[in-house]
């Protein structure tokens, strides 16, 4: 059974920074890479960062800069370092396999002007 759980966020302030934590179990989270996702409400979930079984990273631009994704694979955990939040990065938060339907319960942030 694939669990996956997020956690981290919270309420901050703009130029705050948060970190969150995807905790997978029931799969091995780096053998297919995995992403952050966020979504507001009325709007569909994007991805924000993605890190590829090779490691390798991609971001969307309005993150670019600010957002770090990285993997324990030890640990079978995926973190999103966020730095210099915005208003515009209040969301509620997911990590996923990238190519698979799983999906956790999700992390919300609320950053504060």
């Known amino acids: 059974q694939v669990q996956l759980v997020e956690s981290g966020g919270g309420l901050v302030q703009t130029g705050g920074s948060l970190r969150l934590t995807c905790a997978a179990s029931?799969?091995?989270?780096?053998?297919?890479?995995m992403g952050w996702y966020r979504q507001t409400p009325g709007k569909q979930r994007d991805y924000i960062a993605l890190?590829?079984?090779?490691?390798?990273?991609k971001y969307v631009d309005a993150v670019k800069g600010r957002f770090t994704i990285s993997a324990d694979t030890a640990k079978n955990t995926v973190y999103l370092q966020m730095n210099n939040l915005q208003p515009e990065d209040t969301a509620d938060y997911y990590c996923?396999?990238?190519?698979?339907?799983?999906w956790g319960q999700g992390t919300h942030v609320t950053v504060t002007p």
């Open positions: 996923s396999p990238i190519g698979l339907p799983y």
């Open positions: 029931g799969i091995d989270s780096m053998s297919y890479g």
């Open positions: 890190i590829y079984t090779d490691g390798t990273t």
